[in-house]
């Protein structure tokens, strides 16, 4: 069983639907990081959080540190949020980091 | 936000040459730096860590010889790709952090190589 888990894989939805992308972990974290991965491979930080909510725009994340869950919502989706959404889970113990990554969620947002 | 620098974004290059991808922290000290490698359609797959002025900590089955880091600065990692060969074509990005708990680690632009 992967240490992270998320779904769905892949996901394509029409635009202006609202949007949920699911992480599980099983192990214990100090912090995760949800990532989007644009077609030709650059990376970009959305969020880090430890507990709680954040937004940013069209974007929300939860974590629910007692389930080892978080959620990744976005809301009025547009054909420009098409990536791979990536769940990371941050770890930091004994001065040594970790980082343990999700398969990733492929969303292709039709117009 | 922070932001680090990875060069070049793309490279092909003969079997058998070298190739070094440099990831540079713009405008904070980067005490960890950490390699990835991405395969078509695949998850990251870490390939080391490093810390600023100690030797990399390959992950299991990463040939450290091939794959040779340096990062003698708080601002700068390299990764050479030594005698490469097609299989090594991929997709490698790098990240870095500050050090300090529960910071973001920040990512570079990713450099695709290619051997050809």
């Known amino acids: 069983k992967n240490e992270v888990e998320q779904s769905p894989q892949n996901l394509t939805a029409q635009e202006g639907e609202f949007i949920t992308i699911n992480c599980s972990y099983s192990?214990?974290?100090?912090?995760l990081h949800w990532l989007q991965q644009h077609p030709g491979g650059g990376i970009v930080s959305l969020f880090m959080?430890?507990?709680?909510?954040k937004k940013h725009g069209r974007l929300i994340a939860t974590i629910n540190i007692q389930e080892k869950h978080s959620s990744l919502h976005i809301t009025a989706s547009h054909p420009r949020d098409s990536a791979v959404y990536i769940c990371?889970?941050?770890?930091?113990?004994?001065?040594?980091?970790?980082?343990?990554w999700g398969a990733g969620t492929k969303l292709i947002i039709k117009p | 936000g922070a932001v680090v620098s990875q060069h070049p974004s793309r490279v092909i290059c003969k079997s058998g040459t070298s190739v070094k991808i440099e990831c540079r922290s713009l405008?904070?000290?980067?005490?960890?730096m950490f390699w990835y490698r991405q395969f078509p359609k695949k998850s990251l797959m870490l390939m080391a860590t490093?810390?600023?002025?100690?030797?990399?900590?390959?992950e299991q089955g990463v040939e450290k010889d091939k794959f040779l880091i340096n990062h003698a600065s708080l601002t700068l990692s390299t990764l050479t790709v030594t005698s490469a060969h097609p299989e090594d074509s991929s997709f490698y990005i790098c990240?870095?952090?500050?050090?300090?708990?529960?910071?973001?680690?920040?990512f570079g632009q990713g450099t695709r190589l290619t051997v050809v």
């Open positions: 192990v214990g974290i100090s912090a």
């Open positions: 405008d904070f000290q980067a005490t960890t």
């Open positions: 990371a889970v941050y770890d930091y113990m004994d001065s040594n980091y970790q980082l343990i």
């Open positions: 959080l430890s507990s709680g909510k």
């Open positions: 990240s870095a952090t500050s050090g300090a708990v529960n910071t973001e680690a920040f």
């Open positions: 490093s810390n600023e002025g100690s030797k990399a900590t390959y």
